[in-house]
């Protein structure tokens, strides 16, 4: 290894007095009461729980040389992101905490905050080392909360659109700091894929599409069953859509598993926002064909034209999987509440303005703040990897096996 660069053990040490931080402040800061009537269930936090562990965990194995990192460090960042989201929902007093909150719908805010970190963990895979995505969960959890605030108190947004915000947010937040990474000069093959990993990243997919009726509609009071019915429905088209372009798009007419991959998501991402006033499922399933289309059609002009003129290396395509398709979500719950509120006289110019500022200070702070965090984790106290180390398992990992990992 170069001398410019510390081997991560020297930043272990930082890992452990964080958590003892945690326990620290976890002594004050009260628990909440068990016994209270839960408004989410278990099975409901379960689901959301398996998304971010085993949804995201596997969806982020598509690098040949990167399994172990992609799976292990987002275990990392889950478990400590979601004690410190608690806490920061907390501290900073976004919500009135009572000690008779449900503790497990608590969780679940908290585990669904998760999502952005994780997706914007997504835009820099194989680049960040675990001490930057550390400082990066830690700067992303705060301005996120911050940023929900913003939109509850002062724009009345509702508590389940304003979470819905964490897909915008993480993926704009991700691209900004991958802005800030030094590209490959050349694609090498450790970025390319395996029939084996494609094969781990489509079963990640394959969690994430089962369970994310219940990511869109978990925190929700009413309608709850209104919005699983049309999150499934946009499931389904986007993901029918997503082997339809598949075979248009290439060139031997045969399918592509990246292209699956990523597209059979876009459609819950983009129903997120209006999953529960939708009143009939056809306008979902436009959402998710619009959005599958979004996710394929337009990894071709970002991967090309865009993304080398911003100098943005987005590694896992997380734009066009999950930051287009839920700017069209966005403009979508818009279009909706306008026709549902249209005899509401000049006060709907207003509800409408406060769903459009929503929307522009979601994206404006996850730019700015991931822009910022982006030139933070570049200092020489955080980077730790050289690039010609980047997407590569051995560079952290011991590998007990001794096999070509080129095959």
Known sequence: MSSNYRNFRHSVPWLILLEAVFIIIF??????????VSTVSYAD???????????????????????????GFNLLIVAFGVQLSILTESLLHLWEQREEEDVVKRIARATMSMTAVVISTAAALGKANPVQLIVMT???????????????????????????????????????????FSEPSAR???EASTPKSDLLAMLGSLFLWVFWPSFNSVLLTEDRKKAIYNTYFALATSAVIAFA?????????????????SAVLAGGVAVSYAADSIDYPWIAMILGLLASAIAILGSYSLERCWNP??????????????????????????VIFIIKRWNRGPRLGYYVMYHIGAFCVTIGIALITGFITGLILNLKLFKTSPVSKYFDDLFYWEVSFHVKLTV
């Open 27 to 36: 002594y004050f800061v009260p628990s909440g009461n068990p016994a209270a």
């Open 45 to 71: 936090f379960q689901d959301v729980n398996h998304m971010m562990i085993f949804g995201f965990g596997f969806f982020l194995t598509f690098l040949r040389r990167y399994g172990f990192s992609s799976t």
């Open 245 to 261: 372009l598949s075979v248009l798009t290439t060139k031997d007419g045969k399918l592509r598993m990246a292209h699956i991959h």
């Open 138 to 180: 830690i700067v992303e959890i705060i301005f996120f909360q911050m940023s929900r605030g913003i939109n509850n108190v002062f724009l009345m947004v509702q508590d389940g659109v304003g979470m819905m915000h964490v897909l915008l947010f993480g993926a704009y937040f991700g691209l900004a700091v991958s802005s800030r």
């Open 188 to 190: 090498s093959e450790k």
């Open 309 to 334: 003129v911003l100098k943005i290396h987005d590694s896992a395509g997380v734009h066009f999987t999950f930051g287009l398709p839920g700017v069209l979500g966005a403009l979508a719950q818009v």
